[in-house]
């Protein structure tokens, strides 16, 4: 793989229960590397703090802050671009599983100069349902 470009993933984090786990180890498992994480705790009050604190320590690409008061999903994406330090940022949600190629296909995408725009397709489903 060529040198893509780093990117940023801005994760809002809130009440996610089990999702959490599962949309970061679909992260971790990229076929692109070159990535950090910012998670932004929006003050949750189950054990998503405890979540984002353990995958912080496991992995020096992932950032965590934490919002002592809940302050919506904007506000946490937006202390999320503040700090990034990617050329390309993604905003991902808490309970969203990536593909594996997908931070590959971003970045790639933008590698070519005639590019303004990348998009991804996406899979409708219901996270209840057996897995």
Request: glycine share 8%; proline share 4%; hydrophobic share 35%.
């Amino acid at each position: 793989m060529a040198d893509l470009p780093m990117i940023t993933i801005s994760i809002p984090t809130y009440n996610l229960g089990s999702y959490l786990n599962k949309t970061l180890e679909s992260i971790l498992h990229q076929t692109d590397q070159n990535f950090e994480i910012w998670l932004v705790d929006d003050a949750s009050t189950d054990k998503t703090a405890d979540t984002v604190a353990q995958f912080e320590q496991a992995d020096p690409r992932i950032h965590a802050h934490y919002f002592d008061t809940h302050q919506g999903v904007s506000k946490a994406r937006n202390y999320a671009i503040e700090h990034a330090k990617g050329e390309i940022i993604v905003f991902v949600d808490g309970d969203d599983l990536l593909e594996p190629n997908y931070l590959e296909v971003i970045a790639t995408g933008f590698t070519d100069p005639t590019v303004d725009l990348v998009g991804v397709g996406y899979t409708w489903g219901w996270r209840g349902g057996q897995s």
